[in-house]
T-cell receptor, first 113, second 112 residues
Framework: DAGITQSPRHKVTETGTPVTLRCHQT?????MYWYRQDPGHGLRLIHY???????DKGEVSDGYSVSRSKTEDFLLTLESATSSQTSVYFC????????????FGPGTRLTVT | QKEVEQDPGPLSVPEGAIVSLNCTYS??????FMWYRQYSRKGPELLMY????GNKEDGRFTAQVDKSSKYISLFIRDSQPSDSATYLC????????????FGTGTRLKVLA
């Protein structure tokens, strides 16, 4: 457990509105990740961060942006939400260096109407 | 072809049975292998973590890695209804990028 919290836990929003999801960790882990989980697709990487202000794209990054201004916080922004972005979003962390163990947050259930 | 293949199930077994969950993969660079348990509407919980080949045991759970066959397994002994969940495999290469590829998960139901 890496002391990961996500906010909000549930959100309903309308198509075209911007949405920001927050991930907060207390273990000072270097690496942070945003995944989405959809039936039949499993967990797919959206973006990840390998340090403060250092981020990179994952396999499903279109329509998403991220920012990491502090070690403990990783923000995921949907600039203009679409119905295809209705999903469950998970944040995860990895300590890095000698540890490859990845820990997940409780998830945010997002519905775009 | 996906890099990681996992039978989605559902797999139904009676209480007390030995459960075998499996994943196959295609990337020979994978060195770290993980199993997660995910209860409905919860985040994945890390169960087992193995580096390279071999076995690892933790209580009722045993993780096996066969790199020559590109095949990993999770065995659950004396299965309990509380083991009913979706089990995800994940793997990573030693690349410095710490990126992980996940299977789609196997749903397990242990019947009392």
């Amino acid at each position: 457990d890496a002391g990961i919290t996500q906010s909000p836990r549930h959100k309903v929003t309308e198509t075209g509105t911007p949405v920001t999801l927050r991930c907060h960790q207390t273990e000072n882990h270097r690496y942070m990740y945003w995944y989405r989980q959809d039936p039949g697709h499993g967990l797919r990487l959206i973006h990840y961060s390998y340090g403060v202000k250092d981020t990179d794209k994952g396999e499903v990054s279109d329509g998403y942006s991220v920012s990491r201004s502090k070690t403990e916080d990783f923000l995921l922004t949907l600039e203009s939400a679409t119905s295809s972005q209705t999903s469950v979003y998970f944040c995860a962390t990895v300590a890095g260096e000698i540890s490859y163990e990845q820990y997940f947050g409780p998830g945010t259930r997002l519905t775009v109407t | 072809q996906k890099e990681v293949e996992q039978d989605p199930g559902p797999l139904s077994v009676p209480e007390g049975a030995i459960v075998s969950l499996n994943c196959t993969y295609s990337n020979s660079a994978f060195q770290y292998f993980m199993w997660y348990r995910q209860y409905s509407r919860k985040g994945p919980e890390l169960l087992m973590y193995t580096y390279s080949s071999g076995n690892k045991e933790d209580g009722r759970f045993t993780a096996q890695v066969d790199k020559s066959s590109k095949y990993i397994s999770l065995f659950i002994r004396d299965s309990q209804p509380s083991d009913s969940a979706t089990y995800l495999c994940a793997m990573s290469a030693i690349s410095g990028t710490y990126k992980y590829i996940f299977g789609t998960g196997t749903r397990l139901k242990v019947l009392a």
